[in-house]
């Protein structure tokens, strides 16, 4: 059994030993997990599985079971209303080509529910597994220092 | 700041976006590209008998299977879509093996077997010119592809005149682009007879002609449609477009929809990279500053095709003096064949190698004349009314070289920090050096091509807005300016208008989406049409009304002294209703440039934008290993439609211009690039960049319909240079091989 964006899937047999990537893309249809290098290193990928950044072409579905996990795809409500940390992504302009945006998100968020309030050396050491090519980061740094004003704003 | 407007960013950020291997059709089948894996040799033979045996394949497709041209190019046709014969490159594709799956066909791929005789491969440029050296192309009759040159005043008077001379060679490398998206391409043949490919390609119009001619259809008989692209960086072209063709070839053949999806080493192994240059140059200067010659020759790896290598190095010679009034020039350069990995067009496509020579050489000769650096760029730099080497003069636009480089100084407090710089000094702990570098960029094709660009606003009886333009999303965001130019334009929200999915059926022939030129040209087309359309609704409205509209604001139409006329909804309504259709075909047409292949002489660009990038960085004295602290941009866009996009444009150029200064370089064994995958070309990643300041500039361009610029390229050309600059003030080292390894 694994629990994908709350719902639940039982694995066959012949699946176990599939790259969880393709298994997401390939049978669940979540194709906002990218695939750039298939071998860990730009994170495009990035999934999470039980709350941590994973990157997804590095694990086969044998070792996603029993576990949950959250794709780009689990994050904004059923209406379609965007995550905050989605939304800070759309109003800091931190979306180009958008390949990366998917992994980065879920970086971030892992980040932000361990950490409340990263500091920008925080942020960019968080992100330091997921490649852009577009943005040159700032303002994907900037997304994630706003999201975490919005998110959670009274603790400081 | 206008908070950031993208009309692809709730799909992007969402996960919904739908990029070329997210599709899939029913029936289709997967193909795989055999790569060569040898620079030259000849094909004896390929028998494909064990792989057609392999469970799931269902052909083996080799050039012979071709219909139309087997070789196409956007300016020789030279670029097999698969080889016959005569391999001339390690990234050359042999056969596509097309299978149930794409593991079935990946798992073929071993299977078949080529036989060779290996031929001797031609890796130096310079042995390539050679004119006893065997031809790469035979076909062309020269392993030149192209030769370009300015000759300007009098060089030997230059060479009197001087006080002092300097000859110092520069060389640069090959680095990839790196999108994170390799390259994929689905196509099918439609019921019509169309064949509709998608695919990440930045070129539409040129993917329909590499269908096209491999495919020996008419253009009319192929559509080529935009989707979401994972980055291009100018490396979505050639190679792309050939990826769509095979894929095309495949679906033709096969009659069921084939995808043809690039894995990274596939990518890496045959995609083209940024030309490598030898760069020597010798300049002479007067005592008190000023540039009396300059003399250069510059050699360009082109590698097995020639892609846009004439283009890459007319840019290099058009700006081979970087950003300087030199009244002396003598300057040739050479684009070669060799039987490297191909070069072709990259963000920046000529300049980068050209500012990291010249941004290091004024420098070079400030420091050896005792003069500040700043004020011997302020002597020689173009002004207001200059004529640059190849004489063009500079008079059509504001010409804010010294306005953007002083914005820097101030921003980054240049003259006070450059008093902290180390100079290598061993009792220091760290090394601290800053440096800048400046330039100026012809916008657009220039005198490359032909230079025009059209949009369609389609207006519908809700009054609701349809928008095209033949400018493609490459991620730069330019959907989203074109919205914003409209929306300006008809005074109306931009939720209300929407950027039609593009196709090459639908409009036509825009050029290709490079050289900054998607805001200048698509933007002045959108604009063109926006008028005319308002001239349509002004007509309408006279008739009814009487009453002249002269201005469109908030959805309603007014007169030229305030009174409301009508809403938009219903003077479209009313267009409707008269049998007049608000539909308008807009066309920019850029003005006219010239260029002389003799003398190197004309008016090159139409306009030209300007940059100044300054860097501040820690040495260690131990490890050499250097640390950003800082990066400051000007930059001169005219105007900025969509501020927060054009900032992303600075970051992100100034963060590829600091891996290109770093350590990009994709190092070839036996012609074959050498990393197999990202793990071994490092990217700057978050971690490696410091904090960046981006300093928008806006002089409104008087040639320019939205008057605004381009920006894509300019952020990323001198920002190594400046690293460089930097490096020498923290180490006392100047270093003039691009990337820069440090040495002790």
Known sequence: MIIVNGHKHKISEALLDKP?????REDLFLTGVKIGCEIGVCGSCTVLVDNQARRSCKMLVKDAVGHEIITIEGLSQQDGTLHPLQQAFVDAGAIQCGFCTPGMVLSALALLMQNHHPTRSEIRQALKGNLCRCTGYQQIVDAVELAARIMYPETK | ????????????????????????????????????????????????????????????ILAEDIPGQIKFGQIIKDYPTLVHKRICSTGDVLALIVAESRAQALAALPLVKVQLEKLPPIFDPEQAMNPNAELINPEYGSNLCNYHRVRTGDILKGEEDADLIIEQHFSTSRIEHAYLEPEAALA??????????????????????????????????????????????????????????????????????????????????????????????????????????????????GGAYCSVTPWVTWRSTVQCCGCYAVPNVHCDVYGVYTNNVFSGAFRGFGSPQVNFAV???????????????????????????????????????????????????????YEKKREKCSFGDPTQKKWYGIGLAISYRGMSLGAEGVDFNS???????????????????????????????????????VQRIRYRMPSTSNIPDGGTTVASRGTLLGGGATVNAARILKSILAETLLKE??????????????????????????????????????????VFQAPRVSWDEETGHGDAYFTWVYGCQAVELEVDPKTLKVTLLNMVAAHDVGKAINPAMVKGQFY??????????????????????????????RLMRATDLPEMTAIIVENPDPTSPSKAKGIGEPTLEITAPAIANAIYRATGKRYVDQPLKLRP
């Open chain 2, 455 to 493: 949009a369609i606003i389609n207006v519908q009886p809700d009054g609701s807005v349809l928008l095209e333009t033949g400018v493609h999303e490459n991620g730069q965001g330019s959907e989203s300016a074109m919205i914003l130019i409209a929306s300006q334009e008809l005074g109306l929200p």
């Open chain 2, 545 to 586: 009304y009487e009453l002249a509209a002269e201005r469109f604001a908030d959805g309603q139409i007014l007169t030229k002294d305030g009174q409301i006329i009508c809403t938009w909804e219903a003077a479209i309504a009313l267009c409707y209703s008269k049998q007049v259709y608000p539909y308008a075909f807009g």
């Open chain 1, 20 to 24: 969880l990537s393709q298994w997401l």
């Open chain 2, 652 to 681: 992100g150029g100034l963060a590829m211009g600091a891996g290109y200064g770093l350590f990009e370089e994709v190092p070839l064994e036996d012609g074959g690039v050498i990393p197999t995958n990202l793990h071994q070309y």
């Open chain 2, 359 to 413: 941004e290091q050489l004024v420098e070079i000769a400030a420091q050896k004349l005792g003069l500040d650096e700043i004020d011997f760029r302020r002597q020689n730099m173009v002004k207001q009314g200059s004529t640059t080497v190849t004489n063009q003069v500079l008079d059509t636009h504001k010409v804010s070289l010294k306005e953007v480089m002083d914005r820097v100084l101030q921003e980054i407090d």
């Open chain 2, 1 to 60: 700041m206008k908070p950031a407007f993208r009309n692809d960013a709730l799909a992007k950020v969402s996960g919904t976006a739908k990029y070329t291997d997210d599709y899939t059709m029913p029936q289709m089948l997967h193909a795989v590209p055999l790569h060569a894996q040898t620079a030259s040799a000849r094909i004896e033979s390929i028998d494909c008998s064990l792989a057609l045996q392999s469970p799931g394949v269902v052909r083996i």
């Open chain 2, 188 to 301: 099918h043949l439609r019921p019509d007879g169309v064949i509709q490919v998608i695919g990440s390609m930045q070129h539409p119009f040129s993917t329909r002609r590499f269908v096209a001619s491999t495919l020996g259809f008419e253009l009319g008989d192929v559509e080529v449609r935009t989707v979401p692209i994972g980055g291009a960086f100018g490396g979505k072209d050639d190679t792309a477009a050939l990826v769509c063709a095979r894929a095309a070839l495949c679906a033709y053949l096969l009659r069921r929809p084939v995808k043809l999806t690039y894995s990274r080493e596939m990518s890496l192994r045959e995609s083209y990279k940024r030309h490598p240059y030898q760069m020597q140059y010798r300049m002479g200067v007067k005592r008190d500053g000023l540039i009396t010659f300059v003399k250069v020759r510059m050699v360009a790896d």
